[in-house]
């Protein structure tokens, strides 16, 4: 393997994850939300109406963050989610989903897919399988 081949390869997967991220965040920003917080809605909106602790959302997300309280603190003062304490272990708590959190993650969700639209047509199927494939097989 060319190790220069190689670490071009790393460089455009970087760069490209970035373009992603600054662009998700482009298209989030009228809507006062960031691509973290955005991020914890869809975690919390997963799990079908059961509470998940910070610790599991931190671990669940897809830019580790030891920010994870406080993405979610402006999440509880956006009234997106709702934090409880758990009743098993009161040194943790239970963070939820709200409707109100739903119904906005629906509406992000529809102006993230227009941005996602025209990506779709440039990579067949087969493609789109190989490069996941091949990004996992990195990653082991």
Same mark, same amino acid.
């Given at each position: 393997?060319?190790? @220069?081949?190689?670490?071009? #390869?790393?460089? $455009?997967?970087?760069? *490209?994850?970035?373009?992603? *991220? +600054? =662009? %998700?965040?482009?298209?989030?920003?009228?809507?006062?939300? =960031?691509?973290?917080?955005?991020?914890?809605?869809? *975690?919390?909106? =997963?799990?079908?109406? $059961?509470?998940? /602790?910070?610790?599991?959302?931190?671990? $669940?997300?897809?830019?580790?963050?030891?920010?994870? #309280?406080?993405?979610? +603190? &402006?999440?509880?003062?956006?009234?997106?989610?709702?934090? @409880?304490?758990?009743?098993?272990?009161?040194?943790?708590?239970?963070?939820?989903? #709200?409707?109100?959190?739903?119904?906005?993650?629906?509406?992000? +969700? %529809?102006?993230?897919? $227009?941005?996602?639209?025209?990506?779709?047509?440039?990579? /067949? +199927?087969?493609?789109?399988? /190989?490069? *996941?494939?091949?990004?996992? @097989?990195?990653? &082991?």
């Amino acid at each position: 393997m060319s190790k @220069k081949i190689y670490f071009s #390869t790393i460089h $455009q997967i970087i760069k *490209t994850g970035h373009w992603i *991220t +600054d =662009s %998700v965040s482009s298209e989030l920003k009228p809507f006062d939300i =960031s691509e973290p917080q955005y991020n914890v809605l869809r *975690t919390l909106n =997963s799990q079908q109406h $059961q509470p998940l /602790t910070v610790e599991q959302i931190g671990k $669940q997300m897809i830019q580790r963050s030891s920010n994870v #309280t406080r993405i979610i +603190d &402006k999440l509880l003062g956006k009234g997106l989610v709702s934090r @409880k304490e758990c009743p098993s272990n009161r040194r943790k708590m239970d963070i939820m989903i #709200t409707p109100e959190g739903r119904n906005f993650l629906r509406e992000l +969700d %529809v102006k993230l897919a $227009q941005w996602h639209s025209p990506l779709l047509n440039k990579l /067949t +199927d087969e493609e789109l399988q /190989t490069l *996941t494939r091949l990004i996992r @097989k990195l990653r &082991k």
